[in-house]
Nanobody
Framework: VQLQASGGGLVQAGGSLRLSCTAS????????IGWFRQGPGKEREGVSC????????YYSDSVKGRFTISRDNVKNTVYLNLNSLKPEDTAIYSC???????????????????WGQGTLVTVSS
């Protein structure tokens, strides 16, 4: 089982990035995918998730209206578009997979089984 996050980088405040999470080794479309982040000196927090079918999505209040999650079950990839970035979005972003009802998702970390290495997003002011 592998999950690989990519697409991070250095961007100015107000800018955009597109993160990708590519998976292999499990039945991808049966798993919800969550994006989590851990900023400097902070605990890891759930940012967004998408159900296995792609029909249900969730965003934390801190990113709602700025981030958009989507998935391509043919390519075994989930995307997270980050727009209107703020310095407080600076963090390592990781993706994870949870075997949940295909029509729902949650960012409760205890539900997530597979974790990938993260990608660093740095937002300068």
């Amino acid at each position: 089982v592998q999950l690989q996050a990519s697409g991070g980088g250095l961007v100015q405040a107000g800018g955009s990035l597109r993160l990708s999470c590519t998976a292999s080794g499990f039945a991808f479309d049966y798993y919800a995918i969550g994006w989590f982040r851990q900023g400097p000196g902070k605990e890891r927090e759930g940012v967004s998730c998408i159900s296995g079918s792609g029909a249900f999505v969730y965003y934390s209040d801190s990113v709602k209206g700025r981030f958009t999650i989507s998935r391509d079950n043919v390519k075994n990839t989930v995307y997270l578009n980050l727009n209107s970035l703020k310095p407080e979005d600076t963090a390592i972003y990781s993706c994870s997979a949870a075997l949940i009802n295909r029509s729902w998702c949650t960012t409760a970390q205890s539900r997530y089984k597979y974790w990938g290495q993260g990608t660093l997003v740095t937002v300068s002011s």
